[in-house]
Nanobody
């Protein structure tokens, strides 16, 4: 069993900041990429930011320069969100590519989602 537990969402005014956290636990052999996605009602889930186990990152154009993704001890990923805009309002999901044993490949796991609401 693998779990991704997120925290840190909430309500903030435009221009404010929030920090999301996601911790992976359970039967984990190794973790490859970890990342954050977001989804508005009626829209497709979109990539916000992703970080590999070597530390390389990529970001959606809409958040470059405002959001920073980082990892701590390989099992935890953070998303620092600064200068938030109303358009950033969405449910944010943590994602990780996790290998549960040495004989199988990566599987994709998702957190339960955390709501971020930015008021104008």
């Amino acid at each position: 069993q693998v779990q991704l537990v997120e925290s840190g969402g909430g309500l903030v005014q435009a221009g404010g900041s929030l920090r999301l956290s996601c911790a992976a636990s359970g039967s984990i052999f190794s973790i490859n990429n970890m990342g954050w996605y977001r989804q508005d009602p009626g829209k497709q889930r979109e990539l916000v930011a992703r970080i590999s186990n070597s530390g390389s990152t990529n970001y959606a154009d809409s958040v470059k320069g405002r959001f920073t993704i980082s990892r701590h001890n390989a099992n935890t990923v953070y998303l620092q969100m600064n200068n938030l805009e109303p358009e950033d309002t969405a449910v944010y999901y943590c994602n990780a590519l996790i290998r549960t044993n040495r004989w199988t490949g990566d599987n994709s796991y998702w957190g339960q989602g955390t709501q971020v609401t930015v008021s104008s």
